[in-house]
Nanobody, 122 residues
Framework: VQLQASGGGLVQAGGSLRLGCAASGGTLDNYAAGWFRQAPGKEREFVAAIRRSGGTTAYADSVKGRFTISRDNAKNTVYLQMNGLRPEDTAVYYC????????????????WGKGTLVTVSS
């Protein structure tokens, strides 16, 4: 399966963005999905995850209450709605999927998209 992330850009602190991750070459409802991010000079970190059915989600403490992960299996797309953005949210955001289980560990994800850059100005 191939993943294409989109929706990144430049936004002022307090603003919102919605990232999308479109899948092709496979049916997204066969996979759990996650979003990760990597800021300059830092390691990649978990942001949010969602089960295949979409009924259960998980978030990093740093984004809980501000970000929402969702999925539309009919559109083969996973979303990350980001509200209340802060300068420390600046990073390249990556979507990923896995065909077994779900969770926060990046090394358990099977397929990764190219990232989309989010820049939050103060």
């Amino acid at each position: 399966v191939q993943l294409q992330a989109s929706g990144g850009g430049l936004v002022q602190a307090g603003g919102s963005l919605r990232l999308g991750c479109a899948a092709s070459g496979g049916t997204l409802d066969n996979y759990a999905a996650g979003w990760f991010r990597q800021a300059p000079g830092k390691e990649r970190e978990f942001v949010a995850a969602i089960r295949r059915s979409g009924g259960t989600t998980a978030y990093a403490d740093s984004v809980k209450g501000r970000f929402t992960i969702s999925r539309d299996n009919a559109k083969n797309t996973v979303y990350l709605q980001m509200n209340g953005l802060r300068p420390e949210d600046t990073a390249v955001y990556y979507c990923a999927v896995r065909d077994r289980g779900w969770g926060q560990l990046a090394h358990n994800y099977d397929y990764w998209g190219k990232g989309t850059l989010v820049t939050v100005s103060s």
